[in-house]
T-cell receptor, first 118, second 112 residues
Framework: GAVVSQHPSRVICKSGTSVKIECRSL??????MFWYRQFPKKSLMLMAT?????????EQGVEKDKFLINHASLTLSTLTVTSAHPEDSSFYIC??????????????FGPGTRLTVL | KQEVTQIPAALSVPEGENLVLNCSFT??????LQWFRQDPGKGLTSLLL?????REQTSGRLNASLDKSSGRSTLYIAASQPGDSATYLC???????????FGKGTRLHILP
């Protein structure tokens, strides 16, 4: 199946710094990527939908200026958490949609990035 | 609004037992339903994906069923093993906006 990678897998930063998380589709081109957030013992919540070459669409309640999303190529989307605070500590997971003929536009998920803000 | 509910929230069973995890969803207008496994601190592993036109999918000891009209799916795990211990997430891909909505998961613990 299609593979999606994320980097870094784990990051610890000080409050007030910005952190960039990369999401890559390794063996397919993804016109659409998604960013999710997961709090401990909670389910995944969609943060935003990222379309290549256009602005991301954010879910209600997600701050656009706080979580900057860039989808500059068909294989890479980035999520930047700006001026991170402890409450931004969470598990961030991306997914990419494979528009391939036999994949039914299935979404494939990355392994996640654990962000800890001190 | 699409809601996905998973019951039970947690389950502990002795090794070797067969078990069923339940998932219900409120909006039947879906493309598919997917079951994932998530180990602590890890990402998602896709287990089974059932298209809306399908009734069930099987992979090894896992069998997932889908009854779209009643908004229900079950994940059946046969002959459970300690290695099956994980959180199992159910997710539906809804038609109206093509978004995936997740349940809160069932935390499964298989006792050796």
């Amino acid at each position: 199946g299609a593979v999606v990678s994320q980097h870094p897998s784990r990051v610890i930063c000080k409050s007030g710094t910005s952190v960039k998380i990369e999401c890559r589709s390794l063996d397919f081109q993804a016109t659409t990527m998604f960013w999710y957030r997961q709090f401990p013992k909670k389910s995944l919540m969609l943060m935003a939908t990222s379309n290549e070459g256009s602005k991301a669409t954010y879910e209600q309640g997600v701050e656009k200026d706080k979580f900057l999303i860039n989808h500059a190529s068909l294989t890479l989307s980035t999520l930047t958490v700006t001026s991170a605070h402890p409450e931004d500590s969470s598990f961030y997971i991306c997914s990419a949609r494979d528009p391939g003929q036999y994949s039914y536009n299935e979404q494939f998920f990355g392994p996640g990035t654990r962000l800890t803000v001190l | 609004k699409q809601e996905v509910t998973q019951i039970p929230a947690a389950l502990s069973v002795p090794e070797g037992e067969n078990l069923v995890l339940n998932c219900s969803f409120t909006d039947s207008a879906i493309y598919n339903l997917q079951w994932f496994r998530q180990d602590p601190g890890k990402g998602l592993t896709s287990l089974l994906l059932i298209q809306s036109s399908q009734r069930e999918q099987t992979s090894g000891r896992l069998n997932a069923s889908l009854d779209k009209s009643s908004g229900r799916s079950t994940l059946y795990i046969a002959a459970s093993q300690p290695g099956d211990s994980a959180t199992y997430l159910c997710a539906v891909r809804r038609r109206r906006d093509d978004k995936i909505i997740f349940g809160k998961g069932t935390r499964l613990h298989i006792l050796p």
